[in-house]
């Protein structure tokens, strides 16, 4: 038996701290009152129930070596990126891999994110892929819904389908959400149908008025402003913080869920209500009942720490073994394993050409329509330009090449689009690594470029090139063109300069990186691009560039 003795140990209930002696093995057995503690807190391990593995392009066993040191011990992932590649089969692989922490997952309801008419992918989910996985007993949720065209949309469609196979087959677990923008009616029918949280950006109205309708929030990073924190402050134990997709290079340098608790406490709230929100609210909100809280019989899953403001870890148990400990710089271990040609070669492309990538038009006076990047975050708006075309092209200095190159083996045809606010440099960026469908995203200053950066992903296998008169760059993504299977420190490095070289050639954003690959997610608002050409994301439709009505 272990002990944890004359600590300043967090009780759950009332949000605060007493002196006591914790007695465990591999769960509590005791919590007993002390005369006086000590300058260590012990906390419950943080519990992130909305989150995407491949976000931090790497494996679930990689992600939990990093990631324990954070004092993360619990996560629930919605691995609809590697779904969205694989299928079902793909997914129960990954699902397999060995981990230190404690992996739940969801069923992804995103795959595709839209329907086949507008994004190519290589896997569907629908009710029978639904039903099939529910019988899994890791899974303890349906993963975000994201399709709110379809969920208030009339009749049957596959969204709906998904809700009712889920809420059949497991009736006690929640359904998760993704609804930006929406409100009134709109989302309270949203809520009606079974999804009753979100975790997008909020603002003090939107919390309002999702917590008065029942949901249930998960706070992002993104989302916590001094605003957002008082709003919340009316509201404990009806939202938890996440982190939804924490980059290789931010997860390195700043941390993971305990990220977003430090700036939570920088912005005003009180470090005992940051830590409800990281363990017993999103504890209960998922029925985790053995776990959240220090008590006897829930699992001894610990963080220590000697600063309560900086959210400073010494040292983190996970099921009653130490597993880190900063001063005596005991650091996780697991070792990956290899993988097969499924994996490792997933990239069905044949090579394309400059020619493929010319913004064709024909001559005469048009209204043309412009995927319109809206710095700082992920949003996009529609621009139309009137323009005359002489030569049967359209090109302008500020205009970019954008495309999503489909690469499951369908060899379809590519379909450039302009885009305004891209590259200032010439050169060209194309990533496998494009949410959701992961099909080849490319952004160029001129068709050659698109071209040699393409190419460069279809002979790699996988993964981000940038190409520029100075040379080109690579970071492989081996398995299934979105995961890396380099080791954390290494890959962190790689994407700064991923990063660096986005903002060099003037792609503007908080989070480069991301926002590159969200271009191509046809469920963010306002339009996006995908292998079809541009989507119309609120109509669920598919425009035309070259005539804009």
């Known amino acids: 038996m272990k002990r944890l003795e004359h600590c300043q140990v967090y009780q759950s209930a009332r949000r605060g701290f007493a002196p006591a002696t914790i007695l465990f093995d591999d769960r509590v057995q005791s919590v007993s009152p002390s005369e006086k503690g000590g300058g ?53 692989q990954f699902m397999g891999l060995e981990v230190l922490n404690d992996t739940f997952y969801a069923v992804p309801s995103s795959v595709p994110a839209t329907s086949s008419l507008l994004e190519t992918c290589g896997g569907t989910i629908d009710g029978p892929e639904v039903r099939r996985l529910s019988k899994d007993r890791r899974i303890i949720c349906l993963g975000e819904v994201m399709n709110a065209h379809d969920l208030l949309a009339e009749g049957d469609n596959r969204t709906k389908r998904i809700i009712q196979v889920f809420r059949e ?46 949901m249930f929030l998960e706070i992002q990073y993104k989302s916590l402003t001094r605003e957002n924190i008082d709003a919340l402050k009316e509201f404990p134990g009806f939202f938890s913080f996440v982190t939804d997709d924490v980059m290789p290079d931010t997860l390195m340098g700043e941390g993971q869920l305990d990220r977003v608790l430090r700036k939570a406490i920088r912005l005003g709230m009180r470090p005992e209500d940051v830590i409800y929100a990281a363990t017993w609210a999103p504890a209960v909100r998922m029925h985790l009942v053995d776990r959240g809280m220090i008590a006897p019989g829930k699992l001894a899953d610990f963080v220590v720490l000697d600063d309560l403001d900086s959210l400073s870890i010494t040292q983190v148990y996970k099921r009653g073994k130490l597993v880190y400990d900063r001063d005596a710089k005991l650091f996780p271990h697991i070792d990956l394993p290899s993988f097969g040609n499924e994996i490792l070669q997933s990239v069905h492309r044949d090579l394309v050409s400059a020619d493929d990538f010319v913004l064709r038009i024909p001559n005469g006076r048009h209204q043309v329509v412009h995927v319109d990047h809206e ?91 940038t190409v520029d008169p100075e040379g080109e760059q690579f970071v492989p993504l081996a398995y299934g063109g979105i995961v890396s299977l380099e080791p954390m420190e290494r890959l962190g490095k790689e994407i700064l300069q991923v990063r660096a070289w986005l903002r060099d050639h003037g792609y503007q954003a908080d989070d480069e990186v991301m926002s590159f690959a969200v271009l191509a997610l046809p469920v963010s608002p306002v339009v996006k691009v995908s292998d079809k050409g541009i989507v119309d994301v609120a109509a669920g439709a598919l425009i035309d560039w070259r005539d804009a009505e």
Request: proline content about 7%; some cysteine; aromatic content about 4%.
């Open 40 to 92: 260590r807190y012990v906390v419950p391990g943080f519990i992130d129930i909305h989150m995407h593995i491949e976000s931090s392009m790497t494996t679930p066993t990689e992600f939990s070596r990093v990631t324990l040191p954070h004092g993360t011990t619990t996560i629930v992932a919605d691995c609809h990126e590697v779904t969205n590649v694989f299928g079902i089969e793909g997914l129960g």
């Open 169 to 214: 087959s497991r009736p006690e677990c929640p359904i998760e959400g993704h609804c930006p923008r929406l409100s009134g009616s709109d989302l309270d029918r949203f809520i009606a149908s079974g999804v009753d949280s979100d975790h997008c950006q909020q603002t003090p109205s939107s919390i309002r008025e999702r917590v008065e309708k029942g």
């Open 375 to 465: 710095a700082p975050g992920t949003l996009t708006r529609k621009t139309i330009r009137t323009v005359t075309v002489v030569d049967g092209t359209y090109h302008a200095p500020d205009v970019s090449i954008l495309a999503s190159v489909e690469r499951y083996g369908h060899q379809a045809p590519v379909v450039p689009v302009p885009m305004l606010h891209g590259l200032s440099k010439p050169g060209a960026i194309c990533s496998s690594w494009s949410h959701d469908s992961h099909n080849l995203l490319v952004m160029a200053s001129n068709a050659e470029f698109a071209a040699l950066a393409v190419n460069l992903v279809i002979k790699r296998q996988g993964g981000i090139a």
